[in-house]
């Protein structure tokens, strides 16, 4: 990829492809990030996958062939690629707040959250415009996407809430019970009182009965 030229343009699909001669650990870095992020891809967000993956690839050529700073200088790597689909994987997950996709969250941040160092331009050996372009297109592709894909299930509320149907007022029909008991309570022992039987003794006095001496 060289960027603002006619001949880097191709570059927008092959410079992914492409990688540093002098050091084999270049595409052994980015060959395991990328198998791992593209399964979690296709295995989490099946419905759009290929989508996020494909864009990711333009879009970041992209944005590396436009705004790219250092001239004559030739970009290389599957490194902006990877970028993306962390920033994707990351912020897709924080937004829709979908426990298993939150847990990947947790552990996209846990074991790739050090690459954010890489948007800034430590090393001219290394594309930060890669990396940071990359982070922004996973960062918008999350937002595009965001209600298509896995989604977290709603709570009956949420679906009446949603249909305009109030909830039920479940505290006031409690404390509705707890009266309509004690008033029934109490009406029960005022009939009782009501029907309660009164016996009345009268005690008559025998004439042939003597008081004891």
Known sequence: MLPKSIEGL?????MPLVHSTESFNHIINNSIPAFL???????FYK???FKVLLYSWIFTGL???LFATNKGAYHIGMSGVIYSLVAFLFTSGTL????PLLALSMFIAFVYGSMIWGIL???PKISWEGHFMGLIVGVILAFIYRKQGPQRPKYIYEIEKELGIDPPDLEGQYWEKVRAAKEAERLKKEE???HKT???????KDENDTPPS
């Open 10 to 14: 191709q570059g927008i699909l092959f």
């Open 37 to 43: 992020l593209t399964m979690f891809l296709f295995y």
């Open 47 to 49: 419905e759009i996958a």
């Open 63 to 65: 944005g590396v062939w």
């Open 96 to 99: 829709r707040k979908y426990l």
């Open 121 to 123: 331009p430590i090393s």
């Open 192 to 194: 009782l009182e009501n």
């Open 198 to 204: 009164k016996i009345i003794y009268h005690v008559k």
